[in-house]
């Protein structure tokens, strides 16, 4: 994997720190109250998972996740894969990351988490374990609810995730809440246009357009200007 550098991209919003990074203390007066009251000014809408789990009662927790593995293939035999990304075509049309709301009967959030991921993507799923150490970041939001977005990475064999693939249909969400598995192009092609300029020109829900650009400059898997200009031509209407 290459090095993680920060991603500064403004995509929307305030970026994630690198997963590695360990975890640093709330500054004091900057702990979950203290980002409600910056979110209302516009200041920041980003949580760790600790100050997450503060916020108390009243809150709902989402969990979903970003699953992906090396993949030394080439396009054509000229263009590099990089790594296979899997996101998904959701029931209403949009793409997402398998995952969802975390039940009072999950132990914990990554439990939720777990049982989603099986649920969503079947029994390929089984041996998939998404720990604290795979949390990204959270973001928050008041409106419509109380909603707290927590994002997850977790890197794979390429066989794990072909194994995912393969055990798609047999899910017991298939054809329901997920229409099918897709794997997001890493690459942009010779016009400057297809690859992942046009795939970002499609309906995401919520955040995961912004989720999907900031993990993969906080994990590495594109560099910053592939970024920034991936996302600049597909904004300017395909």
């Known amino acids: 994997m290459r090095g993680r550098a920060r991603l500064s ?3 929307a919003g305030a970026d994630w720190p690198r997963r590695a990074r360990p975890s640093r203390s709330p500054q004091k007066g900057a702990g979950p109250c203290r980002r409600l009251e910056a979110a ?3 200041e920041s809408r980003v949580l760790s998972r600790a100050e997450a789990l503060q916020l108390g009662p009243g809150w709902r927790h989402a969990c979903h996740a970003l699953l992906y593995a090396p993949c030394p293939g080439r396009l054509f035999g000229r263009v590099p ?3 296979a990304v ?3 075509m959701r029931f209403d049309g949009r793409l997402g990351f398998p995952g969802g709301f975390v039940d009072p009967r999950d132990s914990s959030l990554e439990a939720g988490l777990n049982r989603e991921l099986r649920e969503e993507l079947g029994p390929g799923a089984a041996p998939l374990s998404l720990t604290e150490g795979d949390h990204l970041g959270a973001r928050f939001a008041e ?3 109380r909603l707290v ?6 890197r ?3 066989e794990q995730l072909r194994a995912l693939e393969d055990g798609a249909t047999k899910a017991e969400d298939h054809g329901l809440e997920v229409l099918g598995l897709v794997r997001v192009p890493l690459y942009t092609l010779r016009d400057g246009v297809g690859g992942l300029p046009t795939f970002l020109s499609n309906s995401f829900v919520a955040s995961a357009r912004q989720q999907l650009l900031q993990a993969l400059g906080a994990l590495g898997l594109l560099s910053e200007a592939e970024l920034r200009q991936a996302d600049a031509v597909s904004r300017k209407g395909l």
């Open 149 to 154: 977005a927590h994002f997850y990475a977790k």
């Open 9 to 11: 991209v403004p995509l």
């Open 86 to 88: 899997l996101m998904q």
């Open 156 to 158: 794979l064999s390429l």
């Open 143 to 145: 409106t419509p609810q």
């Open 40 to 42: 209302a000014m516009g």
């Open 81 to 83: 894969l990089r790594h």
